[in-house]
């Protein structure tokens, strides 16, 4: 496994890097990181939905999509974090896995953590790492936060709870519910410090795993994901807001939103938004209802055909279908 610690802090470039190494190598990676003040998006949200836009350009806190599922985000230089790229399908939602090697670093510095619910780690019940992951090919991306010293203040400003989230997990506000690693420090820990012991931790624990460096090569294809992709505002804004029937609810895979429009009886257009995490391309099961008439047993065929769970993982067919109507 090659190692790399990646030197700059914006965060196309960063989500580019990860794409590249995914999607475009072969070998497996362990990589930390920081960004610059942004919202990272999970791949199936509204943006729109899951920012306050005004306060984001007020401090200057950019907005990207990244190519996992899961909830928005806060990153500053306060935040660490980390990404594995492995082989094997059925690492997927294996989070107890992935949270291991820091859970084991936390524990060196003296902190008890835990794995709790879908994806997120806790000390004393708080917050401080969320995680999310994708599949590409038999390769599995999983990627995760680590709030060492982030401001708590800029993240509640920007970030719009979700009302069902909150009250799901009977907690007044966000800020309420997370914490920073340092909080539970004697001597806090600098970013750059725990950077170097987590990479030390994982290279004397990770068989066979070496420092890695990009190479002008890498950097150069990683600018051209970056400026195709991570640049463009259709690509983490853009969508067709212009939708009739709105349907939400959360289930035990997490929050999912049905947006429709009808005409003639049929589905002219319909989107899926929400947290929720997925192996395959929710746009996949838009396609195929796309024209259908609107009518549950027509609907239900189209999910009888399909693992629902490749695309609403923890969410049933019977609940999609449901939520539709």
């Given at each position: 496994?090659?190692?790399?610690?990646?030197?700059?802090?914006?965060?196309?470039?960063?989500?580019?890097?990860?794409?590249?190494?995914?999607?475009?190598?072969?070998?497996?990676?362990?990589?930390?990181?920081?960004?610059?003040?942004?919202?990272?998006?999970?791949?199936?949200?509204?943006?729109?939905?899951?920012?306050?836009?005004?306060?984001?350009?007020?401090?200057?806190?950019?907005?990207?999509?990244?190519?996992?599922?899961?909830?928005?985000?806060?990153?500053?230089?306060?935040?660490?974090?980390?990404?594995?790229?492995?082989?094997?399908?059925?690492?997927?939602?294996?989070?107890?896995?992935?949270?291991?090697?820091?859970?084991?670093?936390?524990?060196?510095?003296?902190?008890?953590?835990?794995?709790?619910?879908?994806?997120?780690?806790?000390?004393?019940?708080?917050?401080?790492?969320?995680?999310?992951?994708?599949?590409?090919?038999?390769?599995?991306?999983?990627h995760g936060t680590v709030m060492l010293g982030a401001d708590v203040s800029q993240m509640t400003g920007v970030l719009n709870?979700?009302?069902?989230?909150?009250?799901?997990?009977?907690?007044?506000?966000?800020?309420?519910?997370?914490?920073?690693?340092?909080?539970?420090?004697?001597?806090p820990v600098s970013p750059e410090d725990f950077i170097k012991g987590l990479c030390e931790s994982v290279l004397n624990t990770?068989?066979?795993?070496?420092?890695?460096?990009?190479?002008?090569?890498?950097?150069?294809?990683?600018?051209?994901?970056?400026?195709?992709?991570?640049?463009?505002?259709?690509?983490?804004?853009?969508?067709?807001?212009?939708?009739?029937?709105?349907?939400?609810?959360?289930?035990?895979?997490?929050?999912?939103?049905?947006?429709?429009?009808?005409?003639?009886?049929?589905?002219?257009?319909?989107?899926?938004?929400?947290?929720?995490?997925?192996?395959?391309?929710?746009?996949?099961?838009?396609?195929?209802?796309?024209?259908?008439?609107?009518?549950?047993k027509e609907i239900q065929k189209v999910f009888d055909n399909i693992n629902t769970d490749d695309y609403f993982s923890g969410?049933?067919?019977?609940?999609?279908?449901?939520?539709?109507?």
């Amino acid at each position: 496994m090659k190692v790399l610690i990646l030197e700059t802090t914006d965060v196309r470039v960063n989500l580019a890097t990860e794409e590249y190494l995914l999607k475009h190598t072969d070998d497996e990676f362990f990589m930390l990181w920081r960004n610059e003040k942004s919202v990272i998006i999970g791949k199936n949200q509204n943006a729109y939905a899951e920012i306050d836009r005004e306060f984001a350009e007020e401090k200057g806190i950019s907005v990207v999509r990244r190519m996992t599922g899961g909830g928005a985000v806060f990153h500053d230089l306060g935040n660490v974090n980390f990404t594995y790229i492995l082989r094997g399908e059925e690492r997927f939602s294996d989070y107890s896995f992935f949270s291991d090697t820091i859970i084991k670093y936390l524990k060196s510095l003296g902190i008890t953590a835990t794995l709790s619910g879908r994806n997120d780690l806790l000390i004393m019940g708080k917050k401080f790492s969320g995680n999310a992951e994708c599949i590409y090919k038999d390769r599995v991306l999983h990627h995760g936060t680590v709030m060492l010293g982030a401001d708590v203040s800029q993240m509640t400003g920007v970030l719009n709870p979700d009302p069902l989230k909150v009250q799901s997990k009977g907690i007044k506000s966000v800020k309420s519910r997370v914490t920073n690693i340092n909080d539970h420090l004697k001597n806090p820990v600098s970013p750059e410090d725990f950077i170097k012991g987590l990479c030390e931790s994982v290279l004397n624990t990770h068989k066979n795993a070496e420092m890695y460096t990009l190479s002008q090569s890498d950097m150069q294809k990683i600018r051209e994901i970056q400026r195709e992709k991570y640049d463009r505002w259709e690509y983490n804004f853009g969508f067709k807001q212009d939708f009739s029937i709105i349907n939400r609810k959360k289930f035990d895979g997490g929050i999912l939103e049905c947006r429709l429009s009808l005409r003639d009886g049929r589905i002219s257009d319909i989107k899926f938004f929400g947290d929720y995490f997925s192996k395959k391309d929710t746009g996949e099961i838009e396609a195929l209802l796309k024209d259908l008439p609107f009518n549950p047993k027509e609907i239900q065929k189209v999910f009888d055909n399909i693992n629902t769970d490749d695309y609403f993982s923890g969410i049933t067919k019977q609940e999609v279908v449901s939520l539709m109507f």
